[in-house]
């Protein structure tokens, strides 16, 4: 039972306009979402995360929105350049534990 | 301030070996996680410490276990090596309150031929 899912694998977008990674959970009980990006053979690097009390989320060129009633969050990158090609991933955790559910991660390319 | 050391970052093992995974998480958190990253089944959590006791496990067999010490560096353990263990393994840390935020490691490459 996959309680978090993003369900496109890829994303190919031109440099300079704008990412939206997608992300949907099913366990009401999450309060507490992060997104990572990552590269091969390396941790997770923090992006940005959302508490449930919030609807939105800003930093730089990040933003994450958050729809409880559609349990659903995306990341917008504005305007994305080349370095942000990446695996992105979507994590939740419920309040009280440290326990990430991940997703499958999306893949974000940038081209020039 | 230092991130999260994870060592080794690469190890070779054979089939039926053990092996052990150190991770000292940033001064001053006391939660370490420890997560397993593979093609098929992405990123799945493993178990969590604080204050040295086993806080929340994952779905895994008894083969891998963990402790922490006091000082919070924290270790994991998999005996009975199998060609499915083959992975990258994460380590997190997190602090409390304000100082609240999930950090990970570089990984520890862990190949069982």
């Known amino acids: 039972d996959q309680q978090v899912k993003q369900n496109s694998p890829s994303l190919s977008v031109q440099e300079g306009r704008i990412s939206i990674l997608n992300c949907d959970y099913t366990n009401s009980m999450f309060d507490y979402f992060l997104w990572y990006k990552k590269y091969p053979a390396e941790g997770p690097t923090f992006l940005i995360s959302i508490s449930s009390i919030k609807d939105k989320n800003e930093d730089g060129r990040f933003t994450v929105f958050l729809n409880k009633s559609a349990k659903h969050l995306s990341l917008h990158i504005v305007p994305s350049q080349p370095g942000d090609s990446a695996v992105y991933f979507c994590?939740?955790?419920?309040?009280?534990?440290?326990?990430?559910?991940f997703g499958k991660g999306t893949k974000l390319t940038v081209n020039p | 301030k230092a991130g999260v050391t994870q060592t080794p970052r690469y190890l070779i093992k054979t089939r039926g070996q053990q092996v052990t995974l150190s991770c000292s998480p940033i001064s001053g958190h006391r939660s370490v996680s420890w997560y397993q990253q593979t093609p098929g089944q992405g990123l799945q959590f493993l178990f969590e410490?604080?204050?040295?006791?086993?806080?929340n496990k994952g779905n895994f067999p008894g083969r891998f276990s963990g402790r922490q010490f006091s000082n919070s560096r924290s270790e994991m353990n998999v005996s009975t090596l199998e060609l499915g263990d083959s992975a990258l393994y994460l380590c997190?840390?997190?602090?409390?309150?304000?100082?609240?935020?999930?950090?990970f490691g570089s990984g520890t490459r862990l190949t069982v031929v």
């Open positions: 997190a840390s997190t602090g409390q309150g304000l100082n609240y935020g999930y950090t």
């Open positions: 410490y604080f204050s040295e006791t086993q806080r």
């Open positions: 994590a939740a955790k419920k309040s009280g534990s440290e326990k990430l559910v």
